[in-house]
């Protein structure tokens, strides 16, 4: 029973180590040639993470591990970089890259803030000239007389002189 049990653990051992071991290189063999580190750098890891996929540090990743084998493949290839990226793109989609391409919709949306703060900056200039253009406005009453003016100065310099 003893041998047994022993051969067990002897046999989970060894297959662990053969998978840490098959782990271990996947990563190491990616992140070997200058080739693999620049098409790495332009695409993200889509386990959620938000990083670089040759920057992804989860432990047990089974997306980045999956990514870096098909970039070792993909590297291997010597295809252009942009065309081993859009390789990705096909498989992942768009998410995979760190930046959303600037064609259509996605080049409106990055404009459309600076196309919002010039407009409000305008709206605010002209209102700004509108009110400075606008004649002061005199509050409207009965004419008064220079004789019941008169008459009134006098009185108020004979209050304020004691």
Same mark, same amino acid.
């Given at each position: 029973m003893k041998a047994a049990t022993r051969l067990l653990a002897a046999t989970l051992?060894? !297959? /662990? !180590?053969?998978?840490? $071991? /098959?782990?271990v290189s996947v990563q190491v063999s !990616? =992140? =070997? $040639?200058?080739?693999?580190?620049?098409?790495?750098?332009? #695409? *993200? @890891?889509v386990c959620g993470c938000n990083q670089v996929l040759l920057? @992804?540090?989860?432990?047990?990743?089974?997306a980045?591990?999956? *990514? #870096?084998?098909k970039l070792d =493949?993909?590297?291997?290839?010597?295809?252009?970089?942009?065309?081993?990226?859009?390789? /990705?793109? =096909?498989?992942?989609?768009?998410?995979?890259?760190?930046?959303?391409p600037r064609k259509g919709f996605n080049r409106l949306a990055i404009l459309i803030p600076g196309i919002a703060f010039v407009a409000g900056? !305008?709206?605010?200039?002209?209102v700004i000239a509108l009110w400075r253009r606008r004649a002061p406005q005199v509050a409207a009453g009965p004419e008064v007389s220079p004789e019941l003016l008169a008459r009134v100065r006098q009185q108020a310099d004979r209050e304020t002189e004691d």
């Open positions: 051992a060894a !297959a /662990f !180590a053969v998978g840490l $071991s /098959f782990f !990616a =992140q =070997q $040639s200058d080739r693999v580190k620049e098409i790495g750098n332009r #695409l *993200m @890891c920057r @992804c540090n989860h432990v047990g990743c089974t980045s591990t999956a *990514m #870096l084998k =493949q993909v590297a291997a290839r010597n295809e252009s970089v942009d065309l081993s990226v859009q390789d /990705f793109v =096909q498989e992942y989609g768009p998410v995979v890259l760190p930046e959303p900056l !305008a709206i605010v200039l002209l």
